[in-house]
C-alpha cells in the first residue's frame, strides 16, 4: 500500500492506472477508522481494480466552534488497517496541500444544504462538496464509495454530481451498526459511558417509526410528535436538531403517506451530551 500526500503524485499514480485499464475506486473518509469505513473499503475493494482512500479531516466542513481540533485521528492505525483490507494508496494531504493561501473556490448544492443538518450547520455541505469536488478531480475515480449513514451527503453528492456532469459513479453503501444499533462514528468515542448506553436510543425511536408505519399509521405528524417525547423524557438527550421525515430521493419532507409512496427516509440528529449524532433508516410502507 502507498501512502501519498501531495496532490501531483496521487494524480500520476491514477492517470497510469487509467492508462493500464484498470477501474479506480475512490472512499473519501476523515480517519480513524472504524467498521464503517472498512465497509466502504471492502466493498470498493470488491469492485474495482484498484482502491484509493483518502484521509483527510476537512477545514472547510466544520463550523466556528465545532470539533475540528479535537476531531479523532489516529493515522498510524488507519494505515494498518487499510492495509489489512487491501487498499492500495492512502491519499492524506495536508490542510496547506488541499487550501493553498489565497483559496477561494467552493461549490453548493443550493436547497438541499440548507435543510436538515444543513439547517443546524451552515456551511457544512457546501465544506463537504467543496472537498468531494476537489477529491474527484485530484483522484479521477471511475467510482466513489460513500455511506447511507451520512444519508443527505449522499443525496447532495448524487446530485452535484450530475448537475456539474461530472463522470464517475457514486455507490451508496449500507449503516454499519453496533449490536446495541448504534451506527458506527468516530464521534462515538466522544461519548461518556452511560451517554453511550443511551445513545442506541436514536435507533431505537427509528425502528419504532418504522413499526408505527408498518402497523398502519399514515399521519407522520403524529409518529414524530410520539418520538420527539420520548427523546425528550431522555436526559441524557441535550437536544434534537431534527426528527424528519423525506422523500429518498429529494429529501422533500412528507408529513402524510400516500398510495404512491413506496419508501421514506427516517433521519434524525440529536445531541447525546456534547456530542451530534446523526443516524437514519429507510422504511418501507
Ligand atoms: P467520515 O470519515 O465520517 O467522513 O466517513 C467517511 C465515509 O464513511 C462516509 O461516506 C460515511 O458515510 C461512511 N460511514 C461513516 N460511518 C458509517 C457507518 N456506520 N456505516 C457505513 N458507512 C459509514
Given at each position: 500500500m502507498k501512502i501519498i500526500k501531495r496532490v501531483v503524485d496521487i494524480r500520476k499514480e491514477t492517470e497510469t492506472l487509467r492508462k493500464d485499464g484498470k477501474i479506480v475506486g475512490l472512499v473519501s473518509t476523515m480517519g480513524y477508522f472504524h467498521d464503517g469505513h472498512l465497509s466502504l473499503m471492502r466493498r470498493a475493494k470488491k469492485e474495482c481494480g484498484k482502491t484509493v482512500v483518502s484521509i483527510f479531516v476537512n477545514p472547510a466542513q466544520f463550523g466556528p466552534g465545532e470539533d475540528l481540533k479535537k476531531y479523532p485521528r489516529n493515522f498510524r492505525r488507519d494505515c494498518k488497517l487499510a492495509e489489512k483490507e487491501g487498499v492500495d494508496y492512502i491519499f492524506s494531504p495536508s490542510a496547506e496541500e488541499m487550501y493553498k493561501p489565497g483559496y477561494g473556490t467552493f461549490v453548493e448544492v443550493e436547497t438541499l444544504s440548507k435543510i436538515m443538518c444543513g439547517r443546524a450547520r451552515p456551511g457544512h455541505f457546501r465544506g463537504v462538496c467543496t472537498v468531494v469536488l476537489k477529491l474527484f478531480n485530484i483522484v479521477n475515480p471511475h467510482r466513489a464509495y460513500f455511506g447511507e449513514k451520512d444519508y443527505q451527503q449522499l443525496v447532495i453528492i448524487k446530485k452535484m454530481v450530475k448537475d456539474l456532469n461530472l463522470n464517475l459513479e457514486i455507490k451508496g453503501c449500507p449503516i454499519i451498526r453496533e449490536k446495541d444499533g448504534l451506527a458506527l462514528s468516530s464521534?462515538?468515542?466522544?461519548?461518556s459511558g452511560e451517554e453511550r448506553e443511551n445513545a442506541a436510543i436514536l435507533n431505537k425511536c427509528l425502528e419504532t417509526a418504522r413499526e408505527m408505519i408498518g402497523g398502519g399509521e399514515r399521519n407522520l405528524e403524529k409518529v414524530k410528535g410520539c418520538i420527539l417525547e420520548r427523546l425528550r423524557k431522555?436526559?441524557?438527550?441535550?437536544?434534537?436538531d431534527y426528527f424528519d421525515f423525506r422523500n429518498?430521493?429529494?429529501l422533500e419532507e412528507i408529513k402524510k403517506i400516500k398510495k404512491e409512496q413506496d419508501k421514506i427516509l427516517a433521519a434524525t440528529a440529536a445531541w447525546v451530551g456534547n456530542t451530534r449524532l446523526i443516524d437514519n433508516k429507510i422504511i418501507k410502507v
Open positions: 464521534r462515538n468515542k466522544y461519548l431522555n436526559r441524557f438527550i441535550k437536544k434534537v429518498t430521493a429529494t
